[in-house]
C-alpha cells in the first residue's frame, strides 16, 4: 500500500475486537519508534508496552474507560524523561563514544548539552522530552497502518494515576501520550465509516515562494 | 522500499546540495503532515513553506546558521497555534459538522473543550499545541524519507526572531521546529557515513507480559 493511501486507511479506532497481533509485527512498530529522530539523538522517553489484561483492567478507568485500552492487542505507553539529568546524557554519548569513536567534536557537543540542561528548569527539560515522544508517535502511528494494524493515540488519561500503578517516577518517567494497538471491531466502531476531517490546504500551509 | 529500511535510509542530513525537489513530492509530504493525528482533531498547528533564497538566506544566522537552511530545497516551519481559543475551537468543529453533519455527540464534545481549553492557561494550550506539531513532524520526516527526498529535523533556532521575520505573531502562532527537506550534498555531510545509533531495545522498551 502507498504511504497516501495507508494515511488514509488509518484512524483513531475506537472499538477493538481482542484479536492478537503478532510479534513481528509489534517489534516492527516498537524499532520504528525507537529509531524516530530525536532532538541530539537523546531519545529522552522510554515506552512501556502491556498485553496484560489484568493490569490494561486496573488502567482503564483512569484512562477515560475507553474501549481500546483492553480491547487492543497492545498497550504503548509513551513515557518521557521527567528531567534531562548528567547521567542520563552521559549515558546517551558514552554510547555514540562507543559505536562510533570519540572526537573534539563529540566532546564538545556533550558539554553543550550538558550545560543546556542543567541550565533549563525541569519542567523546560521535561516538555522537551515529552515532544520528542510525539515524533515516536507519530511513527509508530504510521509503522501500525503499514502493517494494517489498527492503532489508536490518546491523551485522555490521568498521567499520575498511570505513573503511580506502572512504578513510573521511581524510573524518572512520566506519561504523556499512549497507542493502544489491535484490530478493528467495525461493527461497534462509531468512528470507523465517518469522513476524516482534515482543515483544507488552504487554511493549514502558507507557501512563501 | 520497506519501511524498516526507510527508516534505516533516512537522516538528520547535515549538508544539501541545492537541487529542488518536484512540486508533486512536496504536495505529498505536506499533505501527509496535514493528515497525520491530532488530539481531538483540532490540528493546532499550521506549516508554512518557504522556497525563496533570500528569505532562507535572511532566516540561516537564527538558524544556528545551518547549512541545509539555504542548501535545501525547500524549508518547511511547524508553527503551533499561540493558544487555543474559542474561535478556533469552534472554526475547527463547523468544518465537522459542515462534513459530516451534526449530532448530540458533536455538540457536547464542542463544549466539552470549549470549556477545557478556556480553563488551562495559555501556556498549556501552547504547549499542548506544540506537541501535535511534533506528530505532524513525524509523519513528515517518513513521507519526506518514502519520497527519497533528505530531511532535517530541527529545533536549534530563535524562535523569537523567526517568528517576527515571518509575521507569525500576528497570526497567533509560534515556530517549533522545522524540517529542511532536499538532496543530500553526501561529500560534504559529515553525518552521512556515520553509524545511526539508537538506545537498545532494553534499555528503550519494557514489556509488561
Same mark, same amino acid.
Given at each position: 500500500?502507498?504511504?497516501?493511501?495507508?494515511?488514509?486507511?488509518?484512524?483513531?479506532?475506537?472499538?477493538?475486537?481482542?484479536?492478537?497481533?503478532?510479534?513481528?509485527?509489534? =517489534?516492527?512498530?516498537?524499532?520504528?519508534?525507537?529509531?524516530?529522530?530525536?532532538?541530539?539523538?537523546?531519545?529522552?522517553? =522510554?515506552?512501556?508496552?502491556?498485553?496484560?489484561?489484568?493490569? /490494561?483492567?486496573?488502567?482503564?478507568?483512569?484512562?477515560?474507560?475507553?474501549?481500546?485500552?483492553?480491547?487492543s492487542? +497492545?498497550?504503548? @505507553?509513551?513515557?518521557?524523561?521527567?528531567?534531562?539529568?548528567p547521567?542520563?546524557?552521559?549515558?546517551?554519548?558514552?554510547?555514540?563514544?562507543?559505536?562510533?569513536?570519540?572526537?573534539?567534536?563529540?566532546?564538545d557537543?556533550?558539554?553543550?548539552l550538558?550545560?543546556? +540542561?542543567?541550565?533549563q528548569?525541569?519542567d523546560?527539560?521535561?516538555? +522537551?522530552?515529552?515532544?520528542?515522544?510525539?515524533?515516536?508517535?507519530?511513527?509508530?502511528? @504510521?509503522?501500525?497502518?503499514?502493517e494494517?494494524?489498527?492503532?489508536?493515540?490518546?491523551?485522555?488519561?490521568?498521567?499520575?494515576?498511570?505513573?503511580?500503578?506502572?512504578?513510573?517516577?521511581?524510573?524518572?518517567?512520566?506519561?504523556?501520550?499512549?497507542?493502544?494497538?489491535?484490530?478493528?471491531?467495525? =461493527?461497534?466502531?462509531?468512528?470507523?465509516?465517518?469522513?476524516?476531517? /482534515?482543515?483544507?490546504?488552504?487554511?493549514?500551509?502558507?507557501?512563501?515562494?
Amino acid at each position: 500500500m502507498e504511504l497516501s493511501d495507508i494515511l488514509l486507511w488509518r484512524y483513531a479506532t475506537k472499538a477493538m475486537n481482542g484479536q492478537k497481533v503478532n510479534s513481528d509485527k509489534i =517489534e516492527r512498530i516498537l524499532d520504528a519508534i525507537r529509531y524516530a529522530p530525536t532532538s541530539n539523538g537523546l531519545q529522552p522517553f =522510554e515506552i512501556i508496552v502491556i498485553s496484560n489484561n489484568e493490569l /490494561r483492567e486496573k488502567l482503564q478507568p483512569v484512562i477515560n474507560n475507553q474501549q481500546v485500552v483492553t480491547g487492543s492487542s +497492545h498497550l504503548i @505507553i509513551f513515557a518521557a524523561w521527567d528531567n534531562v539529568t548528567p547521567e542520563r546524557v552521559n549515558r546517551v554519548f558514552d554510547q555514540v563514544v562507543a559505536e562510533r569513536g570519540n572526537s573534539q567534536g563529540l566532546v564538545d557537543y556533550r558539554q553543550f548539552l550538558l550545560m543546556k +540542561h542543567t541550565e533549563q528548569t525541569t519542567d523546560d527539560n521535561f516538555n +522537551h522530552a515529552a515532544r520528542q515522544a510525539y515524533i515516536g508517535l507519530g511513527f509508530g502511528l @504510521i509503522a501500525a497502518a503499514n502493517e494494517m494494524v489498527d492503532a489508536t493515540p490518546m491523551e485522555g488519561f490521568d498521567p499520575l494515576a498511570v505513573d503511580k500503578e506502572l512504578g513510573l517516577p521511581a524510573k524518572g518517567l512520566r506519561s504523556v501520550a499512549m497507542m493502544a494497538v489491535g484490530y478493528r471491531d467495525a =461493527e461497534n466502531d462509531w468512528l470507523v465509516n465517518l469522513k476524516k476531517v /482534515r482543515r483544507p490546504v488552504a487554511d493549514f500551509v502558507t507557501v512563501l515562494k
